[in-house]
C-alpha cells in the first residue's frame, strides 16, 4: 500500500518560497505508470491541481497555467520523494497544500499540510 | 480548462434514504477510443484528505461499501448513495482526469435531516 508523508514549514512570509516534500512508501517516484501530483484546497479556490511529475523513460512535468511562472516540481529518486517549489506567494496562496499519487487517473492523497503566508 | 459544476451545494437526508449529487462537464470526459468516462468521486471528511470513491465514472475503488455507486457518462454524472449512514457525512468531490489540468467540482455537502 502506497502511503505519502508531506513535509515542510506551515507558515511562509510574502514574496519568499513555499517548499514541500513528499516522501513515498511503497512506490518509486520512477514509477512507469503513476503521477506524482501537487494540489491545494482553500476555501476561495476550492480543490486546485498545481501540477505534476513522471517518468515515461524520462521526466515529464505538467503544471496548472495560474502557476506556471512561480512553480517547480522536482523527483528526487535518491530519497523517493518529490518536491514542491512555488515563488514570490502572496495570501492568496494560504491553502492545505496535498501531495497525490496518480493512477490510471486515481488519486491517493498525502495527509496534506496547512501554509498560511503572512508575515 | 473543463469546469466541472456539481449540484446541490449541499443536502440533508434522512439516515437510511438516498443521495444523489450531480455533476456536468463543461465538455465530454468520454474517450472514444475506449470508450471510458474519466471521471472520479472523491469523499472528503472533515480534517482529512480527499478519498477515492468511484472511478471511470461507476467503478467502486476496493474497500467502499456497495451503498456507494456512479452513473453517468459524456458530460453528465450522478452520484448515489443508497441508506445513507452517520459516516456518509461529508463532502463528496467530482473530477475529471481526461486532460490537464485535471479539475474538479466546487463539492456537495451532504448531512444528516
Known amino acids: 500500500q502506497v502511503q505519502l508523508q508531506q513535509s515542510g514549514p506551515g507558515l511562509v512570509k510574502p514574496s519568499q518560497t513555499l517548499s514541500l516534500t513528499c516522501a513515498i512508501s511503497g512506490d518509486s517516484v520512477s514509477s512507469n505508470r503513476a503521477t506524482w501530483n501537487w494540489i491545494r484546497q482553500s476555501p476561495s479556490r476550492g480543490l486546485e491541481w498545481l501540477g505534476r511529475?513522471?517518468?515515461?523513460?524520462?521526466?515529464?512535468?505538467d503544471y496548472a497555467v495560474s502557476v506556471k511562472s512561480r512553480i517547480t516540481i522536482n523527483p528526487d529518486t535518491s530519497k523517493n520523494q518529490f518536491s514542491l517549489q512555488l515563488n514570490s506567494v502572496t495570501p492568496d496562496d494560504t491553502a492545505v497544500y496535498y501531495c497525490?499519487?496518480?493512477?490510471?487517473?486515481?488519486?491517493?492523497w498525502g495527509q496534506g499540510t496547512l501554509v498560511t503566508v503572512s508575515s | 480548462d473543463i469546469v466541472m459544476t456539481q449540484s446541490p451545494d449541499s443536502l440533508a437526508v434522512s439516515l437510511g434514504e438516498r443521495a444523489t449529487i450531480n455533476c456536468k462537464s463543461s465538455q465530454s470526459v468520454l474517450y472514444s477510443s475506449n470508450n471510458k468516462n474519466y471521471l472520479a468521486w472523491y469523499q472528503q471528511k472533515q480534517g482529512q484528505p480527499p478519498k477515492l470513491l468511484i472511478y471511470w465514472a461507476s467503478t467502486r475503488e476496493s474497500g467502499v461499501p456497495d451503498r456507494f455507486s456512479g452513473s453517468g457518462s459524456g458530460t453528465d454524472f450522478t452520484l448515489t448513495i443508497n441508506s445513507l449512514q452517520a459516516e456518509d457525512v461529508a463532502v463528496y468531490y467530482c473530477h475529471q482526469y481526461y486532460n490537464t489540468p485535471l479539475t474538479f467540482g466546487g463539492g456537495t455537502k451532504v448531512e444528516i435531516k
Open positions: 511529475t513522471y517518468y515515461r523513460s524520462k521526466w515529464y512535468n
Open positions: 497525490a499519487r496518480g493512477d490510471s487517473g486515481t488519486l491517493y
